[in-house]
């Protein structure tokens, strides 16, 4: 089923549900504000063609990167070629950063994608037509977020 992260305007949490249309609103763990919410059948089905929030229809997939989790690998990295460097093993102390790049190209691409809203950053896990869903596009987020711009759905693209 797919799952609908949303961001609480009130404190900025993620607030996560799972569709059903018979739900009007969510509300936010952390200081209960509530958010309307609009869904139906084909969210139920995993489809995903408006926003439930926004109701826009335009979004873009990314890959599931855990932030957080890249920044701590990335810091012990680099204090470990640091250590390195200080001992006996120096010409090696790039060996941190390798397996840290093997280590992410193998999480990144075991990852799969997730699907944000331009409008409101909602993030959608376990979308079913994630194939008609295109990859950012800065022109569209530009458009969208500075001059709230409805592309309707349509992708913007170059001829
Ligand atoms: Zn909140
Ligand atoms: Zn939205």
Same mark, same amino acid.
């Given at each position: 089923?797919?799952?609908?992260?949303?961001?609480?305007?009130?404190?900025?949490?993620?607030?996560? #549900?799972?569709? +059903?249309?018979?739900?009007?609103?969510?509300?936010?763990?952390?200081?209960?504000?509530?958010?309307?919410?609009?869904? +139906?059948?084909?969210?139920?089905?995993?489809?995903?063609?408006?926003?439930?929030?926004?109701?826009?229809?335009? #979004?873009?997939?990314?890959?599931?990167?855990?932030?957080?989790?890249?920044?701590?690998? #990335?810091?012990?990295?680099?204090?470990?070629?640091?250590?390195?460097?200080?001992?006996?093993?120096?010409? %090696?102390?790039?060996?941190? &950063?390798?397996?840290?790049?093997?280590?992410?190209?193998?999480? &990144?691409?075991?990852?799969?994608?997730?699907?944000?809203? %331009?409008?409101?950053?909602?993030? &959608?896990?376990?979308?079913?037509?994630?194939?008609?869903?295109?990859?950012? +596009?800065?022109?569209? +987020?530009?458009?969208?977020?500075?001059?709230?711009?409805? #592309?309707?759905?349509?992708?913007?693209?170059?001829?």
């Amino acid at each position: 089923m797919m799952e609908i992260t949303l961001t609480c305007k009130e404190c900025g949490s993620g607030v996560s #549900f799972h569709p +059903n249309k018979d739900v009007s609103e969510v509300e936010c763990q952390i200081c209960h504000t509530k958010t309307e919410v609009h869904m +139906n059948e084909d969210h139920e089905k995993g489809i995903l063609k408006d926003c439930p929030c926004c109701k826009r229809k335009d #979004f873009y997939k990314q890959k599931d990167f855990n932030r957080k989790v890249g920044v701590t690998l #990335f810091v012990i990295a680099a204090l470990l070629t640091l250590y390195m460097a200080t001992t006996q093993y120096a010409p %090696y102390s790039v060996a941190p &950063f390798i397996i840290l790049y093997i280590f992410d190209f193998a999480l &990144f691409k075991r990852l799969p994608p997730v699907v944000i809203c %331009y409008k409101c950053q909602t993030i &959608f896990r376990k979308v079913c037509n994630i194939s008609e869903i295109y990859d950012f +596009n800065h022109e569209m +987020n530009d458009r969208i977020v500075y001059s709230d711009h409805d #592309f309707k759905g349509e992708q913007l693209d170059h001829h």
